[in-house]
């Protein structure tokens, strides 16, 4: 089939390539030339583990490049919207690339179209596509529109989107419905058929509960550390429980990224607008929130001031195999380390610091090794693999101050004791 993504970021991106690399013929169109350039010369500009090796496979073959709206929109029958939803001051959803979108859909179209809003959007948002696209009397064809959400994690999204759980096609339309079971035809999950209201919500709820799962397993670790209870354990003991499952489970500096923090805060955006507010949910953001004082507070009680104390960070982006940083929480840590006045150093494996925190006189170092000499502590902010498989033994010979302040649980705290550093994580000590 022949098919247009309309935004070339993360979601756009990996779906249009995995949908080439299924057979059908993808074009992608951004209104950003700098980034249908370097599409074109066969780069992915973010980092996505196999993505580039597929856009190599793939492009000018079944995937192609371009800023052309109205060639890309004649041309296509299917038009996936995969454009942004940051969210506005209040916590709701900006729309405003939706309706760009939509508007390039209604001056372009030329025959009958199936739109498919792929963006996390709230809820109502496409059938109010449908009648932006539909609405201005220019007797056009009619397009019909889908809802067909995203569940995409960034650091596994090819696996994700050639494995999905389930596919949600929220469609009113039974003509759109069949040529969206046409275009998956290659995947053999379950599909759930919906309304486009229902769809929405499937995000949105889906994401919400793993939050949820994830503030809640924090609350308790945070109780596990005031009783000298293991929370790894304890996390371990309920995941064997099929009926809560092993995953989210894990106790940390609680969820970052583009999509929790967010989609919590649009659900509660739209609980409030329909006076139903979600007490669950809002205690969900707010023990998110506080868990970077919680983890700076605990290493006060060990180390009370921090002033002028080498304090080396290890991981930026919100979690390990990406290069995003968008409510990472490391960047919380940083701000608070600055305002205790500590000397700091950071590591990541891929992401480098803008000049604005070089600027506050926070040091950046490419290795590992070398960001931990002379250091007083040693914060673990991100899981990537590569602080894992440190030599820790090394690591431990040029550090001043042989204490770690685990955020992720990453570590094997009985093989780092080993090495007479004091370990703690959250939720264990
Ligand atoms: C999430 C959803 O999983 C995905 O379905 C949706 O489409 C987009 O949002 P993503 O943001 O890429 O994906 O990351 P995810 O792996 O879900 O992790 C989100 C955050 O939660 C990370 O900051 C991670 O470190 C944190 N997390 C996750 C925990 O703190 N504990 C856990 O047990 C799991």
């Not at 931990?372 to 673990?380: D, F, N, R």
Request: with cysteine; net charge neutral; charged share 25%.
């Amino acid at each position: 089939m022949n098919v247009l993504f309309i935004g070339m970021g993360y979601v756009g991106t990996t779906m249009g390539l995995v949908l080439a690399n299924k057979g059908h013929t993808v074009t992608g169109l951004d209104i950003n030339k700098e980034k249908i350039d370097t599409l074109n010369k066969g780069e992915v500009y973010f980092y996505e583990p196999g993505l580039q090796e597929m856009l190599a496979t793939e492009l000018n073959k079944r995937i192609f490049f371009t800023t052309n709206a109205k060639e890309a929109v004649e041309e296509n029958d299917l038009i996936f919207i995969t454009v942004g939803t940051p969210s506005l001051d209040d916590g709701s959803a900006d729309l405003i690339y939706v309706k760009e979108a939509a508007k390039l859909i209604r001056k372009y179209r030329n025959s009958e179209k199936v739109v498919i809003v792929k963006s996390t959007v709230p809820i109502g948002t496409t059938e109010k596509v449908h009648e932006w696209i539909n609405q201005n009397g220019d007797k056009k064809p009619l397009v019909k529109t889908v809802m067909n959400p995203e569940f995409l994690r960034e650091g596994s999204a090819l696996d994700d989107a050639l494995n999905p759980d389930r596919i949600v096609i929220g469609s009113n339309d039974v003509h759109a419905a069949s040529q969206m079971n046409k275009l998956y035809q290659n995947w053999s999950c379950p599909f759930l058929h919906t309304t486009p209201k229902a769809a929405e919500m499937i995000k949105y709820a889906s994401n919400s509960f793993l939050a949820t799962k994830i503030s809640f397993i924090n609350e308790i670790a945070k109780l596990c550390d005031t009783i000298d209870v293991n929370i790894q354990d304890v996390s371990k003991g309920m995941g064997l429980d099929d009926r809560i499952g092993p995953q989210f489970l894990q106790a940390g500096l609680g969820y970052g990224g583009s999509c929790f923090p967010k989609d919590v805060r649009e659900l509660l955006v739209t609980a409030d607008q329909n006076q139903m507010p979600l007490e669950i949910l809002k205690k969900v953001d707010e023990v998110n929130k506080n868990q970077a004082n919680y983890f700076i507070g605990k290493i006060k009680k060990r180390i009370p001031s921090l002033k002028k104390k080498k304090v080396v960070v290890y991981g930026l982006s919100f979690k390990p195999n990406t290069d995003d940083i968008r409510e990472s929480v490391s960047y919380s840590i940083l701000e608070q380390l600055i305002e205790e006045k500590a000397e700091i150093v950071v590591h990541d494996p891929i992401v480098k610091l803008s000049s604005q925190w070089l600027n506050k006189g926070v040091v950046q170092c490419d290795d590992a090794y070398e960001a931990a000499k002379c250091a007083e502590v040693i914060l673990i902010c991100t899981d990537w693999n590569h602080y894992k498989n440190l030599d820790w033994l090394k690591v431990r010979n040029v550090v001043s101050n042989p204490v770690i302040f685990d955020g992720r649980n990453t570590l094997n705290g009985e093989d780092i004791k080993k090495y007479q550093f004091h370990y703690e994580g959250i939720g264990f000590c």
